[in-house]
């Protein structure tokens, strides 16, 4: 990136390091790098995650079905940190071979399921327990019309707009340009949509919702990439009056507090085992 003129070679080799925020984790091979098992705590659900907006889909989605009385959705929720490399350890490979969080493990029978890609944990979850995913045909598929569309936009927010914009080592008005466009589309795409109905997918709150929120409600309320400015926000009213909608539910504000490593206290939890994890962090918010 740092040569105008770049011409890529007949054959691309991997030179280390590569330089950005996250050049000592990223590789070109899979699998793990050192052996060690993850750790189990007393819930059928375990759950190895960093408060990323993928892992906080999934800590809402927990927090969101415990709020509506299921007892079967209590969860362990282990820190996974990704920059000291504990993505590669034998057990977490072994929970999702794709070395990216969240993985959740699934206790409750005799043979443990492992359940990996945030996407398919919601739909998982929502399924396990009946909740917010629509009965009715017509909405079932729209909901999923949604949740597919995030899954599939979201890394052009991320490894596009965020890693060029806030983490490369270099700033280069090209990708810039290029994924600023990218991201302000779908911020448009969503914001028409929301222009129509109060819920992403319709009348109703469902996992559409909890997933995209976390990205792109993240990126409205200005705490994406110190972007809101960049991205004048403030023109999508629609996506910005459902993102402080959602923001205000209090499962989603415990949610965003699981496995975030912080020296404040009431901003969350590195890990969560019990419901008075978060409460503690509550309390601490309201002194």
């Known amino acids: 990136m740092s040569d105008a003129t770049y011409t890529p070679p007949k054959v691309w080799t991997w030179e280390q390091p590569n330089g950005g925020q996250f050049a000592s984790i990223n590789r070109p091979i899979s699998g793990a790098t050192h052996d060690k098992d993850l750790p189990v705590g007393k819930h059928p659900l375990q759950l190895y995650s960093l408060g990323t907006p993928n892992g906080v889909k999934v800590t809402i989605m927990l927090e969101e079905l415990l709020a509506r009385g299921h007892k079967g959705a209590e969860y362990d929720a282990w820190l996974i940190n990704i920059g000291e490399g504990d993505q590669f350890s034998s057990g977490f490979v072994a929970a999702n071979p794709n070395s990216k969080i969240p993985a959740l493990v699934d206790r409750s029978s005799d043979k443990p399921a492992r359940v990996f890609e945030s996407g398919s944990i919601l739909l998982y979850l929502a399924e396990k327990f009946g909740e917010f995913l629509p009965t009715d045909p017509a909405a079932r598929t729209e909901m999923m019309?949604?949740?597919?569309?995030?899954?599939?936009?979201?890394?052009?927010?991320?490894?596009?707009?965020?890693?060029?914009?806030?983490?490369?080592?270099?700033?280069?008005?090209?990708?810039?340009?290029?994924?600023?466009?990218?991201?302000?589309?779908?911020?448009?795409?969503?914001?028409?949509?929301?222009?129509e109905r109060p819920y992403i997918a319709g009348d109703e709150y469902t996992i559409a919702d909890i997933a995209i929120f976390p990205w792109y409600g993240g990126l409205v309320l200005g705490r994406a990439y110190n972007a809101g400015e960049f991205l004048t926000v403030h023109e999508y009213r629609n996506l910005l009056a459902w993102a402080q909608k959602i923001d205000a539910r209090p499962a989603v504000v415990r949610g965003r507090k699981v496995n975030r490593v912080t020296e404040d206290k009431s901003e969350g939890v590195a890990e969560r085992h019990d419901a008075a994890d978060l409460d503690a962090t509550i309390d601490t918010a309201a002194e």
């Open 145 to 195: 019309n949604w949740l597919f569309w995030q899954m599939g936009s979201a890394p052009y927010i991320g490894g596009g707009f965020g890693h060029f914009y806030a983490y490369a080592p270099e700033k280069y008005q090209y990708p810039i340009d290029r994924f600023t466009m990218e991201a302000k589309r779908q911020m448009d795409v969503l914001d028409k949509a929301l222009g």
